[in-house]
């Protein structure tokens, strides 16, 4: 019964490469947003979409590009990866007007 | 801009010692207010919130008040327990859709 889930939790790949991370949510929200965790543990917004609307563009490289094919998934797609792409990231999702978040587990990117 | 400004950690603790991590945030309007907690090695998960002014939020014997006059929404605890060890994040959301995080603040409770 989990209600934000991501694949994979860990991803190790090498520089210039591209990957993908997976989001669903199945709590019928209408919001997914995307977050990048740093070592530091700093949160930062990427990507929100509403109903598979690009809402939140917080200036994300254009090597990444958020697909939303329904309402209950929100992918993550990296191009070219990069040293500075390792981080945590974090799928959320929330109902429209209501702006509490539920987050998933987080998936590990290392980048080598 | 709006933001979120949070104590540095880590903060250490003995169990059943009280409990305050500071959040103070800038903000035009009247924003919603949350405490977000992370276990390690898990994702966020909601601890509190309070919508508007003099709210308190509550949960799990953790608690803050939303203070629209000193702009701030502390949280609380009388008696921690190890199992309360985790990072701390406070956060506002202006209904852009967008939560905006502080830094997070690392407690370290000891028996």
């Known amino acids: 019964d989990t209600a934000v889930s991501q694949t994979p939790k860990y991803l190790v790949t090498q520089m210039g490469n591209d990957k993908s991370i997976k989001c669903e949510q199945n709590?019928?929200?209408?919001?997914m947003y995307w977050y990048k965790q740093d070592s530091k543990k700093f949160l930062k917004i990427m990507f929100s979409y509403n109903n598979k609307e690009l809402i939140i563009n917080e200036t994300v490289p254009n090597r990444f590009s958020p697909k939303s094919p329904d309402k209950a998934h929100l992918n993550l797609h990296i191009n070219s990866l990069e040293l500075g792409d390792s981080a945590v990231y974090f799928c959320?999702?929330?109902?429209?007007?209501?702006?509490?978040?539920?987050f998933g587990p987080g998936t590990r990117l290392t980048v080598l | 801009g709006n933001s979120v400004t949070q104590m540095e950690g880590p903060v250490t603790l003995s169990e059943e010692a009280f409990l305050t991590i500071n959040c103070t945030y800038t903000?035009?309007?009247?924003?919603?207010l949350f405490w977000y907690v992370q276990y390690p090695g898990e994702g966020l998960q909601l601890l509190l919130k309070a919508t508007k002014a003099d709210d308190k939020g509550s949960n799990k014997g953790f608690e803050a008040t939303y203070r629209k006059e000193t702009t701030s929404f502390h949280l609380e605890k009388g008696s921690v327990q190890v199992s309360d060890s985790a990072v701390y994040f406070c956060?506002?959301?202006?209904?852009?859709?967008?939560?905006?995080f502080g830094t997070g603040t690392r407690l370290q409770v000891f028996p």
């Open positions: 956060a506002l959301s202006d209904n852009t859709d967008k939560l905006i």
């Open positions: 959320a999702s929330s109902q429209d007007l209501d702006n509490e978040q539920f």
């Open positions: 903000a035009t309007g009247y924003p919603s």
């Open positions: 709590l019928g929200h209408d919001t």
